[in-house]
Structure formats: C-alpha cells, structure tokens
C-alpha cells in the first residue's frame, strides 16, 4: 500500500471587507488554489487574537495565514495596525517555543485582489508542506 502524501492543515482568518471578499472574487473567477486551507471569516484582521492562532496551532494546524485590508483601508481604521503589532509578538512567542520561521504569515489581499489571494494560497501552502506537519500536532485519543 502506497502511503499517503502529507497534506497540509492550514488555517486562514480573513477580514471580511478584503481578504475574506478576495477569496469569494477567486472562487467566482474560478481560479485554482489548494484546499488545504479552512477559513474563518472576521469582521477585522484586528480582532484576531493571539490566543486564535496558538488555539489553532494547538489543535493540529501545520500553518496559519491572517489576511486583512492594505494599510490605509481598513473599514475599522486602525484594525491592521494592531494586526501588526500582535504578528510581531506571535511571530516572537513562537520563534521562542521552537517554531520554525514561516508557520504564521499575515498578507493584505483586496477585495478585488482574486488572482492574488490564488496565488498566496498556493505559495503558502507549497511552503507548509515543504516544512512537514507541525510540532504540536495531537495525537488521536485511543478509544
């Protein structure tokens, strides 16, 4: 028996107003990108806490992608600044507990960005999996 190609779990929080609508323009543009990525909708990339993303590393992500509007066109304003700042402290907190670098990455994709929001996915995705299944990855519980 063949063994099975390791796919990779990635998690994406999108800004409703830019990424979360770049996805939908990909999806009705019929572009191709991989499926390994689950989406939660946000109304701000800013509301993402660092608790959200270790959560979803703890729960067997191999990779998390946050996307949010362009700096300058946030609906909420100041919403990216903060996405930020907290990217700079979870990229730390996680550098530091024996992450490798590029397991947590944040981009600005616009609404009308479809083709982008493709590309990333696939370019995301393609690096996950060449850095393997994350070290946290939980075990199935014996029954």
């Known amino acids: 028996m063949a063994e099975k190609e390791y796919e990779a779990k990635i998690i994406g929080f999108f ?23 689950r989406v939660i909708r946000v109304m701000c990339s800013g509301t993402v806490s660092p608790h959200h993303v270790l959560r979803a590393f703890q729960k067997g992500a191999d990779g998390v992608l946050i996307g949010g509007c362009h700096i300058g066109d ?34 600005w994709i616009s609404a009308a960005e479809g083709p982008k929001f493709a590309q ?21 519980k014996a029954a």
């Open 74 to 107: 946030c609906h909420y304003l100041k919403g990216n600044y903060m996405t930020i700042k907290r990217m700079t402290f979870l990229q730390d907190l996680l550098k530091f507990t024996g992450f490798e670098d590029g397991r947590l990455h944040l981009e």
């Open 120 to 140: 990333v996915i696939r370019e995301f995705t393609e690096k996950i999996k060449k850095m393997g299944p994350s070290r946290l990855k939980i075990a199935p």
């Open 15 to 37: 800004c409703n107003w830019c990424t979360y609508a770049g996805a939908d323009l990909a999806g009705v543009s019929r572009l191709q990108y991989p499926a390994n990525i």
